[in-house]
């Protein structure tokens, strides 16, 4: 068995293990795809970013920089009807005890609505903030590039809060019992069809050991995320180690399965 060589079958095995070697890239691609496609959203904003994982492993939540910045006095030169006027406009109307829902449906609507002539939102922002935080003066006020705010999309991205909850818990092991079973498997085979290619011993041994290893991190981590957001690194760190080994691996064997034989073999 330790002479068996991928390479010593006959050429019809051989011709179909590269047709299989590429039904296996194209599902890696196919993953990386459909992990873009499902994640890109969870974080509430477009485009896929580590926020997109972390809110599906372990939640993710923010306050809208604005309101943040509303509720803790700034800027100190708003008066108090104005400040109240935003707060309202954001977090929607309070009530006799003074508590805001928290959500406003209608924000983009009622930015500039004109029924609320200077009390606008937009009326009241361009009164009280371009001062320091419009692009044109941004030589003066620093904070104008890390903030501006001329435009109702300068507005909305520093208006939104977030509350992001992972996944249902069931659909994760749903999702962890097809992947760990199947991915599992597939290394299982590649790990073998890698050793008996004739690649160097310390390079195969190197990189079956670190799919290996990335793959037990990325599940591992997929579970304990949820506890401890700093592991959502690790789903992310030893996904890509794990797929990159896998290419590579899937690659040297179409590599040794086509080349000539090697001399001495
Ligand atoms: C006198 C200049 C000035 C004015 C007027 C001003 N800002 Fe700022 N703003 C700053 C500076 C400087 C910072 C950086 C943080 C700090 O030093 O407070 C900042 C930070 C912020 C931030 C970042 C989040 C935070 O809490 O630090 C937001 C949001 C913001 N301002 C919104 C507003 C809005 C809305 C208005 C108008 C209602 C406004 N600012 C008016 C100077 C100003």
Redesign the pocket.
Known sequence: MSDFTLRSLPASVRLGLVCLCLVVLVGLGASATHLLWHYEKRDERAGFSYDDIAGAYHGVSTVA??R???E?G??E??AKPQRDA?LDWLLGKADSAGKRPGVNPRVSDEYDNPDLGDMAPAE??SR??A???ARANAAK?P?ART?P?DTWDDIRS?SISRDVKPTDPKKLVISIHAHALSLGCLSLVLSFMLWWTRWPRGVVGGAIFLASLGLLVDFACQILARQSAPLVAGIIVGGTVYSGMSVLTVLAVIADLLLPRPRGA
């Open positions: 920089p604005l943040r910045a509303l803790r700034h800027p030169t708003l935003l009241i922002m009280s903030c001062e320091c935080h006020s904070i903030y705010l520093i």
